[in-house]
């Protein structure tokens, strides 16, 4: 292309490879120095020797140039109508990405890749500025744009990496907090301006652009944390979490908390009710906030409303400092097709499936990745390492797997497209969880992936090299439904949905179980927890409080949307707050939700105390039945096992109003058996009804066992007993 063709076609957008034709070259035995630059007035080139040459206007179109009679370093020093502006020639720099990070890019796992693509505030050459890479192969021409250059698509022109499909820019003088976005010139045409996919930084929506960050190192503080945590997740520990959403847990004056705040104020209350982790609902950059951060496009980016990446990172220090680990949901299972997002990004269905019976979410309006292509599968897996390496995250629990799992998820005949072998199962998405664990596992031991599946997919928590997807923990959903639809009853009817409340114990350790009454439970009009409950207000908080006892009691690992652990009556609001009127002084029945709260605490401690209720969570043997047949009286008893140096525990539910007298429970070991909790207690906001703290055994076989207890159990009451110290046939 000649020399005013090219001027042309930088002048209208349309130059693809701006390198063949700006900068320095040698051409003809000589050397040519051309700069674009639309709407200056001069521009000179100043060699580092202390020379000035002026560069010749060519055309009316913007472009300069000037011969050299040798090639040197060099500087621009262009004249503006508002005034000079000195720089280095971002088109004196050569190739930037390093050959084997875009290698490992396209094969699909780069464990850095948040360090590698986006924009990199760096020093290259002795000279400051910012590095910009994105993955756009269809493209024409990519160019980023921002305040630094009047939004002028026209001014930074990126080279494109062939190899992979990546463009990259070295602009001087730009420093961190620099907006931007990047203008794409489609195969067909220019497309609205794009956030950066892989930025580390984003501005408070509404507005959409990317910032470039900060890449100085924080100090971080936790190193005897991160050595440790890897047993404080492990199946045999106790493990329960607080979930949340960061923007609505407390709201003074009607504004949201930013990390440093709920440092002050949300950490203390974790403590005190002694939860082992809090669970952040997904604080990736989402351009909605109603959708609670399940629709998220910047899956590198903290969420700006909430603070900066480094007092992210600040609050993440802070909470292990105060022994609580730091669970995330992350979503690779979908995106939203906002124009700034991934959606067509270059132009073409990059990131999604082009067929909308492959690409389409009709759930929720979204679209799905294409997990078949290597690239895509490298964006979201170098997020969660991202997230894990960066933020120190402890875990991440994957938003609607079982979305991913199945061709036809929510699809009727025809509105799917079977797999190469006819089925439904979505083998490239069973690979990429596979191989997203696999990473997890290996670059960051210790940390936990945790899936939200549905279904009863076989080996989710089973390992990788065993046939399994590989994920540590699995949401126990079934479970779940079963027991809340049976809490909803009046206690009349409870007799007859008996195995609601047992049937979790079938294939209670076919997976390593997490018991989720999560932030799903409490919208849409499913009402609040205690909204569920039958009864009076005294009986409805007394069938909650026997609920979460039983819950804690049974085996698997716990979850809690905040709110539950004061029993709030409202359905959960994003642009509200929790109920927190309830637990003050003068509030109608403050009691009792006082109660609940102090409830929550108790079993909490009790769960890390008593390895009776943790070290066999995911083993048959650390549960037995003692009675799990009184339909009658809705009465369930059963036993908990810690290992052969672990007491034993007593668990003995009553899901009716009615308290009963002497009734017999047969245990393994003789001696007085210790009233740990009863959730009847007038401490909770309960009748006081109980056993006076201790009951000692009779000689007398019960239920399979050598001994048994004559019981008091209160009205719609858990308790849990602890035996004697000893051996025993437990």
Same mark, same amino acid.
Request: net charge negative; proline share 6%.
């Given at each position: ?179 931007? $976005? ?177 690409? =389409? ?70 690979? =990429?969880?596979?191989? =997203? ?36 923990? $699995? ?82 690992? $716990? ?172």
């Amino acid at each position: 292309m000649r020399t005013s063709e090219a001027a042309v076609a930088l002048a209208q957008g349309r130059c693809g490879d701006p390198f063949a034709l700006l900068g320095l070259h040698a051409e003809d035995g000589r050397w040519v120095l051309r700069s674009f630059q639309p709407g200056a007035q001069r521009v000179y080139a100043q060699a580092d020797d202390g020379g000035e040459i002026a560069l010749r206007r060519c055309g009316d179109d913007g472009l300069f140039v000037a011969r050299l009679a040798r090639p040197c370093r060099y500087t621009l020093r262009i004249v503006w109508p508002q005034g000079e502006q000195h720089t280095a020639d971002p088109y004196a720099f050569g190739p930037l990405l390093d050959a084997a990070d875009l290698r490992a890019f396209a094969d699909g796992l780069h464990p850095q890749l948040g360090r590698v693509l986006g924009a990199q505030a760096m020093r290259i050459d002795s000279v400051d500025g910012v590095r910009f890479a994105v993955w756009a192969p269809n493209a024409r021409r990519v160019s980023v744009v921002g305040d630094f250059n009047g939004w002028d698509g026209r001014r930074h022109p990126m080279r494109l990496r062939v190899e992979a499909g990546v463009w990259e820019l070295f602009v001087p003088g730009l420093a961190p907090g620099t907006v931007y $976005k990047y203008e794409v010139l489609g195969p067909h045409g220019l497309l609205p301006l794009k956030a950066d996919p892989v930025a580390l930084r984003c501005e408070v929506p509404p507005r959409n652009a990317s910032v470039v960050d900060d890449t100085a190192p924080f100090a971080w503080t936790d190193a005897a944390w991160m050595e440790q945590r890897a047993w404080r997740q492990a199946v045999d520990a106790p493990l329960s979490i607080y979930e949340l959403h960061a923007a609505s847990w407390s709201r003074p004056d009607g504004r949201s908390l930013r990390w440093d705040e709920l440092a002050t104020r949300l950490l203390p209350h974790v403590r005190a009710l002694g939860f082992t982790h809090i669970e952040l609902l997904p604080v990736s950059a989402h351009p909605f906030g109603g959708s609670w951060g399940y629709q998220p496009l910047g899956l590198y980016a903290p969420h700006a409303p909430l603070g900066t990446p480094a007092e992210l990172q600040a609050f993440v220090d802070t909470c292990h400092a105060q022994q609580i680990g730091v669970i995330v949901d992350w979503v690779p299972a979908h995106f939203p097709s906002d124009a700034h997002g991934l959606a067509h990004f270059d132009g073409t269905a990059l990131y999604e499936h082009a067929d909308p019976r492959e690409g =389409f979410h009709q759930d929720w309006n979204t679209l799905i990745y294409n997990f078949g292509r290597r690239e895509v599968c490298a964006h979201l897996i170098g997020s969660a390492l991202h997230w894990l390496e960066q933020f120190h995250i402890d875990g991440l629990r994957v938003d609607a797997v079982a979305s991913m799992l199945y061709r036809d998820y929510s699809r009727r005949d025809g509105e799917w497209v079977p797999n190469h072998l006819g089925g439904r199962e979505n083998f490239e998405a069973i690979a =990429f969880l596979r191989r =997203f664990n696999e990473a997890v596992h290996a670059h960051h031991p210790g940390a936990i992936t945790i899936a939200e599946e549905s279904t009863a997919w076989p080996g989710v928590t089973r390992a990788v090299a065993d046939g399994g997807l590989g994920f540590s923990y $699995k949401w126990n959903m079934g479970w779940m439904n079963d027991t809340l639809r049976y809490m909803a009853r009046d206690p009349i009817h409870r007799s007859y949905a008996h195995d609601d409340l047992s049937f979790g114990l079938v294939y209670a350790f076919s997976e390593n179980f997490i018991l989720p009454l999560s932030h799903d439970e409490v919208v849409h009009g499913k009402r609040s927890l205690i909204g569920r409950m039958p009864g009076d207000d005294w009986q409805r908080h007394a069938n909650l409080r026997a609920y979460y006892a039983f819950m804690w009691a049974h085996p698997g690992k $716990k979850l809690l949307f905040m709110g539950g652990e004061l029993a709030q009556e409202r359905e959960w609001n994003h642009d509200g707050e929790i109920e927190w009127e309830a637990l003050r002084d003068g509030a109608a029945g403050v009691e009792r939700h006082a109660g609940v709260l102090r409830l929550v605490g108790d079993l909490n401690r009790l769960l890390r105390s008593e390895p009776a209720l943790h070290a066999l969570d995911a083993q048959p043997e650390g549960f037995r039945w003692v009675v799990g047949d009184d339909r009658a009286q809705s009465v369930y008893a059963f036993l908990r096992h810690g290992g052969d140096t672990a007491p034993p525990l007593l668990v003995v539910c009553n899901f009716t109003p009615v308290a009963r007298h002497d009734y017999r429970v047969g245990v393994p070991r003789a001696g007085t058996w210790t009233e740990l909790l009863n959730s009847d207690a007038h401490d909770y906001g309960g009748s006081g009804v109980g056993n006076g703290g201790a009951v000692r055994t009779s000689p007398h076989a019960s239920h399979g066992q050598p001994q048994s207890l004559q019981l008091t159990l209160p009205p719609l009451a858990t308790l849990i007993l602890r035996a004697p110290e000893g051996h025993g046939d437990d």
